[in-house]
């Protein structure tokens, strides 16, 4: 399998589900959005998108599986899946403020070989395959290379339906404002992840998300250089449920923070 090609030809339809999305972001109604649990949204636009995604999606991998935010397709596969977020950042497309995304990524068994995020409102595209590097709008891009947490800017992301770790959380953010450079909750975990990959963070952390949020994030850093696991150091069967993710030369540092603040439940 040529996973340039695959790659190239998933940023071509990220592209155009992008152009859907905001075409639509100039006339939707935020009233049309349904509820789908505490602070957890969804819109016809979600909805729409991921279906053009699978569609397309469909077209280029017939034998693959899906597994979907918003679970418009049931289809599984033996082998390939792609795993799919078809608005990453919901909410702040309901309140027409950027970032919001769509992160597509390609696993072979549980392992992630491919994957694109598509900054809707920027036209940023990031793409990485396996071993093949990481890359911004066709440019090679790579982790920072600050090693001190002192000089590095974090991302997070805000508890939104999980509560029951907040007070831990807490600690750990007034910690990250204390002894870095500042913090950063953009609103879409996979342009947290991106963001590291090209260096804009050093480090990002977030519990209570998904597969689809993280999936195309995760081969983006690590092809990028960096290091990403759960709150202690697994690398392996990311779920989205605890995520670490930062360049190679601050992650030690970071994990043993984010570990000694975030304890195992």
């Given amino acids: 399998m040529d996973l340039k090609d695959i790659c190239s030809k998933v940023e071509d339809i990220a592209a155009e589900t992008a152009a859907f999305i905001m075409k639509e972001s100039e006339r939707f109604n935020k009233n049309l959005t349904k509820t789908k649990g505490l602070h957890d949204y969804v819109s016809y636009v979600d909805i729409g998108a991921e279906k053009m995604l699978i569609e397309k999606l469909g077209r280029l991998l017939p034998e693959a599986g899906i597994l979907a935010e918003e679970g418009t397709s049931p289809k599984k596969g033996a082998k390939f899946c792609w795993i799919i977020d078809p608005l990453d950042g919901t909410t702040n497309f309901l309140h027409r403020l950027h970032p919001f995304s769509i992160s597509i990524a390609l696993s072979e068994y549980d392992d992630v070989i491919a994957g694109i995020v598509f900054e809707a409102g920027g036209k940023e595209i990031f793409s990485a395959w396996k071993n093949g590097g990481a890359w911004l ?10 090693a001190d947490l002192s000089n590095s800017l974090i991302a997070t992301g805000f508890p939104y339906k999980d509560f029951g770790r907040l007070k831990d959380y807490l600690k750990s953010f007034e910690y990250f404002l204390r002894n870095s450079q500042g913090v950063r909750r953009m609103g879409s975990a996979s342009i947290d992840l991106a963001y590291v990959a090209c260096g804009r963070f ?5 519990y209570g998300l998904n597969p689809w949020d993280v ?8 092809e990028a250089g960096g290091i990403v696991s759960d709150f202690f150091g697994n690398e392996k069967s990311l779920t989205g449920m605890e995520i670490v993710a930062a360049n190679n030369l601050v992650y030690n540092e970071f994990l043993e923070i984010v570990s000694k603040f975030m304890p195992k439940r």
């Fill in 137 to 146: 709008n066709g440019k090679k891009i790579n982790v920072s290379l600050s």
């Fill in 202 to 206: 050093e480090a990002f952390y977030e």
């Fill in 215 to 222: 999936a195309a994030g995760t081969i983006l850093v690590r």
